[in-house]
């Protein structure tokens, strides 16, 4: 089987209320320090050391001073004299901001290392220009935000972690935005759906404590910027929690439902699209899985990254070209659900953007800037499109769908291709 080629951008749109609040809070003014304990050294094995780092991460992650500074003070007790200089630091910090703060070089002197199982590298993308930490393999947990934005970054995956995206049950797969979580949703017959999740590991996950609704249809409040649930219908976990089941009443194909899933109480539900053309076949028990993204016949020497750039053309109007096409294709892909595959063009198109800004052939001062920012626009709505098609949010999709078509629209227009504005 080839391998799978799949990108992620790595991070998330916060509202803008939310993000001044961040803002405020990253300048907020230190306390008073109190005053750090004096700590022997006596340094454990680094599996216990990441042990008690954890323990401190997850505190700060649950928005806990009190328990974090405890954990540090372990922490400090099995580490290095090094590390432990780092910990000191940090227990110096009078309130819960600052901490945060100190706990960055704290975790950049772990995270270089060569990790036990059990452990992976987290990145938050937001946080001080780009912040890392470690946390135990599985939901990413931010330290550095908690409650305000817990699920905000990426978790590489850990030792022994499988790196595929692909159907167990012949449906169509989405990444949970916690970074841990496969969804899969499948149509096995008319009006019914059934949503099955398995982890980093591609083990299945029991659902039985999960909730959530099978949306299928939907109304645009415009007063309110909002969707509104017409008709919904609950998912009842199987009971042997294999997966959580919907049944629609007068369920037709095609089919289009919005899984909209609560992981944990008190959480956010996570939406997830599914547009079923026609019924799902369930894989067969010694049917090996496939890929469920587009692949490329490449070396698998060469990095992905690589292995999906286009062929640039000379002339500036043949690069307009290339990036309508590019276009095109992601409008069917998002007409046919197939959120997952429009990362290759979305990210071609982000190539060829670049390189027409590089060309130098001339255009007029006002075609020049028209182009200039619309390029600016496309390469941000291509890594949203990267980012929301591995989710499998429509309504997210659509959004930098807009941003990237009017995008391409305007490079049509002053290269004088069909579709321009």
Not at 263 to 279: G, S, V
Request: proline share 7%; net charge negative; aromatic share 8%.
């Amino acid at each position: 089987m080839s391998e799978q080629i799949h990108l992620k951008s790595g991070w998330r749109l916060v509202a803008p209320g939310l993000a001044l609040a961040i803002t405020l809070a990253g300048c907020a003014t230190r306390s008073s320090p109190s005053t750090a304990p004096t700590i022997p050294v006596d340094p454990a094995d680094f599996e216990t050391q990441l042990t008690e780092y954890v323990q401190v991460q997850e505190a700060l992650a649950a928005d806990d001073f009190a328990a974090t500074r405890t954990e540090l003070e372990e922490f400090a007790r099995v580490t290095d004299a090094a590390t432990q200089a780092l910990a000191l630091v940090a227990l110096e910090a009078g309130d819960i901001v600052a901490m945060r703060a100190d706990f960055k070089p704290l975790s950049e002197s772990l995270v270089s290392q060569e990790l036990p199982q059990g452990f992976a590298r987290a990145y938050c993308p937001m946080y001080d220009n780009g912040s890392s930490w470690i946390q135990r393999d599985g939901p990413v947990r931010n330290p550095y935000y908690g409650a305000a934005m817990l699920t905000c970054g990426v978790v590489d995956a850990a030792a022994g972690a499988h790196m595929d995206h692909g159907p167990q049950h012949g449906g169509t797969v989405f990444m949970a935005p916690d970074s841990f979580h496969h969804i899969e949703g499948t149509y096995p017959e008319a009006g019914v759906f059934r949503l099955y999740a398995t982890d980093n590991y591609r083990e299945p996950v029991d659902v039985s404590g999960w909730t959530g609704r099978a949306v299928t249809q939907e109304d645009y409040d415009a007063d309110t910027d909002e969707f509104i649930e017409v008709a919904a219908f609950d998912l009842i976990p199987s009971p042997d929690g294999a997966y959580l089941e919907a049944l629609i009443p007068d369920g037709a194909i095609p089919a289009e439902v919005a899984a909209k899933v609560f992981f944990e109480p008190n959480f956010p539900a996570e939406r997830f699209d599914f547009i079923f053309a026609e019924l799902t076949a369930e894989l067969a028990a010694d049917a090996a899985p496939t890929s469920g993204a587009v692949t490329l016949d490449a070396p698998e020497t060469i990095p992905l990254s690589q292995r999906i750039l286009p062929d640039i053309p000379e002339q500036a109007g043949e690069i307009a070209a290339e990036i309508a096409t590019r276009d095109q294709q992601i409008q069917d892909m998002i007409g046919r659900g197939a959120f997952t595959e429009i990362f290759i063009p979305a990210l071609q198109a982000k190539e060829l953007a670049l390189a027409l800004q590089r060309n130098e052939q001339p255009l007029a001062d006002t075609d020049r800037d028209q182009v200039r920012i619309a390029v600016r626009h496309l390469v941000r709505a291509a890594y949203l499109l990267d980012w929301y098609g591995d989710l499998g949010n429509k309504n997210d999709v659509d959004s930098a769908y807009s941003v990237f078509g009017d995008a391409v629209g305007t490079i049509s227009q002053v290269y004088g291709l069909p579709g321009g504005p």
